[in-house]
């Protein structure tokens, strides 16, 4: 059924006020069942699986996906089956976006598992007891929230900024649970095929795997390029192909990945990597700077130029446009002290106002207690979130785009200058900035679905609570079973870690200068600093229309080749099927261009989590 809302008009005119009773009146749905037993179960499982998927994509690529759609497709079809075989009833809609809520925090949760806490072990040389990461990432998802829902009044309520993944989420969850379940149930069955096929093909090409079960002649081998080594020996510079990892990976996760990440993306991908495995690395190796052969090698002269590239690219995207902040700041004016026809279902803003500061005070003594963070540097971290989060929500709002990453290389440069030197510091303030910024815009984004559906936002804050715990009790212990305390296995081809190396690496600069990089890194950077500004400046010139992405080259540089291979090849292949299959009563249409994003998350959700229990078997029982 059509989701109510209000006309632009009404959106101009009517105040708060106005606006929240309207929604009380027409949108609210009272005393429906929303965080129940059930709810709360399903999304601390289907999450807990989900949040695997996220940390198998995030040490392969850098980046954490949004779980909420998948969630909700499974935990519908779920339910739906059960009901149909006379085992329980289905899942009502405000039920499915609480459990959608929980999952979603427990899938955000990686972020720091992938970016700053492996990149403060790769500075310290030292692993970080479990436990200790359990504690530090559970307080910044709950300083995460305690800061989203101050802002959640003007940003959802008054301004009712789109939240594009949220409003997705919103409107399947509409279309699943007013179709009679006949579309949920063929989502779900399009999701089953792409997890099983990708699932499948990881198991395939695990030689170890298939001499277990007795069947290596099933073996798939796990690069296409493997049979031409037999014949002869491809070379550029009469350097291997092979030790310059280009290679052609079998597997179809990060395919997945490129289906949902689109065209300009990974059409950068590719031509980063182009650029930096087929012509510099060579060049590199030959000239003698790059000693040794294969990925870790190539990164760590190429992720200077990258990380200069991805740098100025994110920074003078976010800062060309002043508007943001503006409009963010603008936003956050007025509504304190008025009535409040919402208080006995809003998460009272004494609940932030006493929280921020308890909460506040709790991260800050586990930063001196576990990381060295000075008392000081740690207070001065916590206004900055409030700061960068007004901007960032903003920017969530309108785009689904969180610059966590910009955030955190401004907190950097922040403390560079305050702590000098002090890479531990700069890494875990920056730390703080990110996660928080990036929790408080997901716990947003989670919330739009609600608003649209008439849901009690106080029982969401609760649900993103629950997820961001059972996220890190399920992802931190198979972290730790990945890495098994070895912080030499980060940026191998194993754990590529590519978020981690980029932080690692401003780190190191800002400590020590430019004089410990080559010299011929050090042009490097500045040809990809001055590349990354001028790309954006391009992108902001011909309004985002630029083939390339500054960020998308760089992040070329910290990705393996094989997996940008895969990438920027899943997103032309779907970029074209959307182009080619132009008629909707075909099947091939239904599945590959309208189910595009349930097809992927499939791909993805399958293999990464028989690749997750496989870096498990390989570092722990196969060896």
């Not at 785009?401 to 700069?426: E, V």
Request: positive net charge.
């Amino acid at each position: 059924m059509a989701i109510p809302h209000l006309t632009d008009e009404q959106l101009r005119s009517w105040t708060l006020e106005q606006k929240d009773r309207w929604w009380l009146e027409n949108v609210y749905r009272g005393d429906m069942p929303q965080l129940t037993l059930r709810s709360a179960l399903t999304g601390v499982v289907v999450g807990g699986v989900l949040s695997l998927t996220n940390l198998y994509v995030g040490i392969r690529t850098g980046w954490t996906l949004g779980v909420g759609i998948t969630s909700v497709i499974l935990a519908f079809a779920a339910f739906k089956l059960l009901s149909r075989i006379g085992l329980g009833r289905d899942l009502g809609i405000l039920e499915n976006n609480a459990m959608q809520s929980i999952a979603t925090s427990a899938g955000y949760m990686t972020a720091p598992l992938v970016a700053s806490l492996p990149a403060y072990m790769l500075v310290t040389g030292k692993p970080i007891p479990p436990w200790q990461v359990v504690l530090w990432m559970a307080g910044l998802s709950v300083l995460g929230v305690l800061f989203a829902f101050p802002l959640k009044k003007r940003f959802i309520n008054d301004e009712q900024l789109p939240f594009p993944e949220g409003y997705a989420a919103g409107v399947v969850m509409d279309s699943l649970h007013a179709s009679g379940g006949a579309e949920g149930l063929f989502k779900a069955k399009v999701l089953g095929l792409g997890a099983a096929a990708s699932a499948a093909l990881q198991l395939l090409r695990s030689e170890k795997v298939m001499h277990l079960v007795r069947a290596p002649f099933l073996a798939v081998p796990e690069y296409l390029d493997a049979p031409l080594y037999r014949l002869f020996t491809p070379r550029i510079a009469g350097i291997p192909l092979q030790d310059l990892n280009i290679r052609i990976d079998t597997s179809i996760v990060m395919l997945g990945t490129g289906g949902l990440m689109g065209i300009k993306a990974g059409v950068s991908l590719l031509a980063g990597a182009v650029l930096n495995y087929f012509v510099l690395a060579p060049w590199m190796m030959k000239l003698g700077v790059i000693s040794g052969t294969g990925f870790r090698s190539i990164t760590r002269w190429s992720l200077w130029w990258g990380v200069a590239m991805m740098t100025t690219a994110s920074l003078f995207s976010f800062f060309s446009r002043p508007s943001q902040f503006v409009d963010a700041f603008r936003r956050m004016r007025g509504g304190i002290g008025k009535p409040d026809v919402l208080a006995s279902i809003e998460l009272p803003l004494r609940v932030s106002l006493w929280g921020v500061p308890i909460a506040g005070a709790l991260v800050v003594a586990m930063g001196h207690a576990f990381f060295g963070v000075q008392w000081w540097l740690g207070v001065i971290a916590i206004p900055l979130v409030f700061v960068f989060s007004i901007i960032a929500v903003n920017s969530t709002g309108l785009t689904s785009i969180t610059p966590g990453g910009a955030m955190g290389k401004l907190t950097q440069l922040t403390f560079g200058a305050l702590a000098p030197g002090n890479m531990p510091t700069n890494l875990m303030t920056a730390g703080i900035t990110s996660e928080v910024v990036l929790g408080a815009s997901n716990l947003l984004m989670d919330i739009k679905p609600g608003y649209m559906l008439g849901a009690k936002p106080r029982q969401q804050a609760v649900g993103h609570v629950i997820g961001a715990f059972a996220g890190a009790l399920v992802v931190v212990p198979v972290f730790y079973l990945i890495f098994r305390g070895d912080v030499s296995r980060f940026t191998s081809d194993l754990l590529p870690m590519p978020a981690a190396q980029v932080w690692r690496a401003v780190a190191e600069l800002l400590a020590k200068g430019f004089s410990s990089v080559h010299p011929s890194a050090r042009w490097a950077m500045l040809a990809g600093a001055v590349g990354g500004v001028a790309i954006e400046w391009a992108n902001l010139r011909m309004r985002g229309r630029f083939p390339l992405s500054g960020v998308g080259l760089g992040l070329a540089t910290v990705v393996t080749f094989p997996d940008v291979l895969s990438m920027s090849a899943g997103a032309i292949a779907f970029w074209f099927l959307g182009r080619s299959l132009k008629r909707p009563e075909t099947a091939a249409h239904r599945v590959l261009v309208e189910n595009r994003e349930t097809l992927c998350a499939g791909v993805i959700a399958g293999g990464a989590i028989i690749g997750i229990i496989l870096i498990v078997m390989e570092t722990a029982v196969l060896r």
